[in-house]
């Protein structure tokens, strides 16, 4: 019975933070959750009053967990959140202010972060997040095909890669195609809604889909359908995106920097030279994509905020910024450290450091995820000629319009 009870008492003890010691309670996801414990032990030597326990979550969970631990009063102290969930949490009253925080810590200077992504993360004038990575998307193409259709260079507007696509599709013949713009993703209509000044979501919480700018991208969008210049297929209707893209089925892709390293691994080695990327072209000169990636945040309801703080300062050093990427091939939200060599000699990853000098957040709306896919279901049947560009945008509009029905109320009763 002795020997029992020694057990159980280490046994416990083993389940504890030493005497004196902050147990910080982190969760993340993915990818970034299972390399973030290589990054911990640093900070633990440099902070050896703090035990860091993470809590790696898979992304198709971790939004309902996030609710759930709110609703039951169970949050962790600090944790990676989408860029697009900040406003949701945020007007949950869940999120921590972060002004202060940031302005007592010089070595996180705001001038050294891409604004578009910084301003992804303040919600009626208030920050809640530090940008951890970023993400966003633009023309990854084959510059072979546009060379033997007589380019030199991407696109720089509209109307010169509508020219690229019409000659490559001469080029190419009725079984392939300019681009591919798969209908099972709402990112490529939403990133040519971006390009436009006119919110596809007004102040009011209204759909704003009938602007002329969104008509003018949805016009766009649906043209390239409607001359055969982009298949009426999803992406799960081919074999996979990266032997099509070898096979020149298509010529232009739509998408992010994750995958970067599946070009290189899955293409053969003497076709590298045929591929690159480039930053997205908009109506009348360089264009705008959209601000993603993940952010850290701190939770209201911690009792540890000083000691999070002291991780969300360590993780955003450009120093642990550079090893985090060489972990995940994340993009680094911090103009500085893309000065290093890992990425200013990366010539795929050069076109997205551009970009982040031109990318916009979408409405900050908790909603704005369910609305997206109400733009692939009308973008997918208005590219099916189901509906027309007309019929398409004022189906958005009222879609949209019944998502943001609540918010309306609460707005004009001065809630969040």
């Given at each position: 019975m002795r020997l029992l009870a020694v057990f159980l008492i280490l046994l416990l003890g083993s389940c504890t933070a030493a005497p004196g010691k902050t147990v910080l309670d982190v969760w993340a996801m993915g990818r970034e959750g299972e390399v973030i414990g290589e990054l911990i032990p640093q900070f633990e030597r440099e902070n050896p009053g703090v035990t860091v326990r993470v809590q790696q979550l898979p992304f198709t969970a971790a939004h309902e967990k996030l609710l759930t631990g709110f609703v039951g009063d169970a949050m962790p102290d600090m944790a990676q959140l989408g860029n697009s969930w900040v406003p949701e949490f945020a007007a949950l009253g869940a999120l921590e202010p972060l002004d202060a925080r940031v302005a007592a810590t010089p070595a996180m200077p705001k001038a050294d972060y891409f604004p578009g992504i910084w301003e992804s993360n303040v919600i009626d004038g208030t920050l809640y997040g530090v940008p951890w990575y970023v993400d966003t998307r633009l023309l990854f193409y084959r510059r072979d095909i546009l060379k033997q259709a007589g380019f030199d260079h991407p696109p720089r507007d509209w109307g010169e890669w509508r020219r690229q696509m019409v000659a490559i599709k001469q080029l190419v013949g009725p079984s392939k195609y300019a681009v591919f713009l798969p209908l099972n993703e709402y990112e490529p209509l939403e990133i040519l809604g971006l390009q436009s000044s006119d919110p596809m979501v007004t102040d009011g919480a209204k759909g704003n889909f009938r602007s002329p700018g969104f008509r003018r991208a949805l016009d766009f969008y649906l043209g390239l359908r409607r001359d055969r210049l982009a298949p009426v297929v999803a992406n799960t209707e081919i074999a996979n995106v990266w032997d099509e893209f070898d096979r020149g089925f298509f010529s232009f892709y739509i998408t992010g920097p994750w995958q970067i390293g599946e070009f290189k691994r899955r293409l053969p080695a003497n076709r590298q030279s045929e591929?690159?990327?480039?930053?997205?072209?908009?109506?009348?000169?360089?264009?705008?994509?959209?601000?993603?990636?993940?952010?850290?945040?701190?939770?209201?309801?911690?009792?540890?905020?000083?000691?999070?703080?002291?991780?969300?300062?360590?993780?955003?050093?450009?120093?642990?910024?550079?090893?985090?990427?060489?972990?995940?091939?994340?993009?680094?939200?911090?103009?500085?450290?893309?000065?290093?060599?890992?990425?200013?000699?990366?010539?795929?990853?050069?076109?997205?450091?551009?970009?982040?000098?031109?990318?916009?957040?979408?409405?900050?709306v908790p909603e704005w995820e369910r609305i997206g896919d109400v733009i692939k279901a009308v973008g997918e049947q208005a590219a099916r000629g189901q509906i027309n560009a007309g019929q398409a945008a004022a189906a958005l509009d009222k879609r949209a319009d019944e998502i943001l029905a609540k918010r309306r109320w609460m707005l004009s009763r001065g809630r969040r």
């Open positions: 591929w690159m990327t480039a930053p997205m072209p908009g109506p009348d000169g360089p264009g705008m994509s959209n601000a993603g990636g993940s952010s850290l945040v701190l939770f209201k309801s911690s009792t540890h905020k000083d000691a999070a703080w002291k991780l969300v300062a360590y993780f955003s050093r450009p120093d642990v910024q550079v090893k985090f990427h060489a972990l995940t091939g994340d993009l680094p939200p911090r103009r500085s450290v893309w000065a290093t060599p890992a990425l200013a000699n990366d010539p795929y990853a050069r076109a997205f450091g551009e970009q982040l000098t031109r990318v916009r957040a979408t409405p900050k």
